[in-house]
């Protein structure tokens, strides 16, 4: 069934609904949830459940759910209903191909590389430094994912910002399947800092170089887990 703390937090989102209740507005609302976390893999999204979260149509609900399938967020399963995905291996790989694009020439060329910029990315380090410290290795993956969008804001594009959204959501569900999240986060802990250092100094080529090279080891990290989930 879906989390309590997902449905409490899709409530708080319905005056953002209200303003325009569409399935694009519900689809944004749901997504979230996943890219923070609160809905996991293989948990049961009934209809009737977000109708009443975020007030709207069954029919809005029926389309917003009908957008994240499409985006691999979601699946259908006939007689069942909807559940959040488990991403496949494959699924990993591409979506890394698409971020080794992304992310790296964002930081490289962005267009909208600035002070505030570069500040969005420090109150993401600091926040994951924080969680750490706390012991919540769930938020440090949080403000991973907040870190990972403010990169891309570089760019200035809200079609990258968008895609990016897509891929975070994707992404979160794919954390979800190690056995081990601190052993996961920690790392990254410290490249981020690294890469946000390289951008506060103006060194926008040695930070995009470190950018691909942390997706390259966070792919093969994952693949391991993978592989040892299998085993």
Same mark, same amino acid.
């Given at each position: 069934?879906?989390?309590?703390?997902?449905?409490?937090?899709?409530?708080?989102?319905?005056?953002?609904?209200?303003?325009?209740?569409?399935?694009?507005?519900?689809?944004?609302?749901?997504?979230?949830?996943?890219?923070?976390?609160?809905?996991?893999?293989?948990?049961?999204?009934?209809?009737?459940?977000?109708?009443? !979260?975020?007030?709207?149509?069954?029919?809005?609900?029926?389309?917003?759910?009908?957008?994240?399938?499409?985006?691999?967020?979601?699946?259908?399963?006939?007689?069942?209903?909807?559940?959040?995905?488990?991403?496949?291996?494959?699924?990993?790989?591409?979506?890394?191909?698409?971020?080794?694009?992304?992310?790296? !020439?964002?930081?490289?060329?962005?267009?909208?590389?600035?002070?505030?910029?570069?500040?969005?990315?420090?109150?993401?380090?600091?926040?994951?430094?924080?969680?750490?410290?706390?012991?919540?290795?769930?938020?440090?993956?949080?403000?991973?994912?907040?870190?990972?969008?403010?990169?891309?804001?570089?760019?200035?594009?809200?079609?990258?910002?968008?895609? /990016?959204?897509?891929?975070?959501?994707? /992404?979160?569900?794919?954390?979800?399947? /190690?056995?081990?999240?601190?052993?996961?986060?920690?790392?990254?802990?410290?490249?981020?800092?690294?890469?946000?250092?390289?951008?506060?100094?103006?060194?926008?080529?040695?930070?995009?170089?470190?950018?691909?090279?942390?997706?390259?080891?966070?792919?093969?990290?994952?693949?391991?887990?993978?592989?040892?989930?299998?085993?």
């Amino acid at each position: 069934m879906t989390s309590v703390d997902a449905l409490a937090s899709l409530g708080r989102a319905r005056a953002l609904v209200a303003r325009s209740t569409t399935a694009e507005r519900v689809a944004d609302a749901v997504r979230e949830e996943v890219v923070e976390g609160r809905l996991r893999p293989g948990e049961r999204l009934p209809e009737q459940d977000v109708c009443t !979260a975020l007030a709207v149509s069954r029919n809005t609900v029926r389309e917003a759910l009908s957008q994240l399938v499409a985006e691999r967020v979601l699946v259908r399963e006939a007689h069942r209903g909807v559940f959040v995905a488990r991403p496949d291996r494959d699924a990993v790989r591409d979506v890394y191909r698409a971020r080794r694009l992304i992310e790296p !020439a964002a930081v490289r060329y962005g267009e909208a590389w600035s002070r505030d910029g570069v500040a969005a990315l420090r109150t993401a380090v600091q926040e994951g430094h924080a969680a750490a410290a706390a012991g919540d290795w769930n938020a440090v993956g949080s403000a991973n994912q907040h870190f990972h969008r403010a990169l891309v804001g570089l760019a200035g594009s809200p079609r990258l910002d968008q895609q /990016m959204g897509l891929l975070l959501a994707e /992404m979160r569900l794919v954390f979800h399947r /190690m056995p081990d999240v601190r052993e996961f986060f920690e790392p990254y802990l410290a490249r981020n800092d690294a890469i946000c250092a390289l951008l506060e100094a103006g060194d926008r080529a040695a930070a995009a170089d470190a950018v691909t090279d942390y997706l390259d080891a966070a792919l093969a990290q994952l693949l391991d887990a993978y592989d040892a989930l299998d085993r």
